[in-house]
């Protein structure tokens, strides 16, 4: 399975992205879809999951601010960011994660840059 993101840009702080990320395959037998982010200079950090099961969970700093979904027909997963800081500026990444915690599958990234 391929992930290739995209939607990354520029933002005002406040403002708003939509990420997209596109797979080769079908999601619907990937239970654990996620979006990842690495700032310079740091190590790569979990942001959010999405299940199969439909269930989502959110690293603390993003919570009612980041929304994760998933179209199984499309094998899509969107990442909806909203009220943007700029310590969200990253690289964004898509992850099939497997039942053991780790990442079967990565994207490319796509730049996020928020500017104060």
């Known amino acids: 399975v391929q992930l290739v993101e995209s939607g990354g840009g520029l933002v005002q702080a406040g403002g708003s992205l939509r990420l997209s990320c596109v797979a080769s395959?079908?999601?619907?037998?990937?239970?654990?879809m996620a979006w990842y982010r690495q700032a310079p200079g740091k190590q790569r950090e979990w942001v959010a999951r999405a299940t199969s099961g439909g269930s989502e969970k959110y690293q603390e700093s993003v919570k009612g601010r980041f929304t994760i979904s998933r179209d199984n027909a499309k094998n899509t997963v969107y990442l909806q960011m909203n009220s943007l800081q700029f310590e969200d500026t990253a690289v964004y990444y898509c992850?099939?994660?497997?039942?053991?915690?780790?990442?079967?599958?990565w994207g490319q990234g796509t730049q996020v840059t928020v500017s104060s």
């Open positions: 992850a099939a994660e497997n039942m053991f915690g780790g990442v079967n599958y």
């Open positions: 395959g079908s999601i619907a037998r990937l239970n654990f």
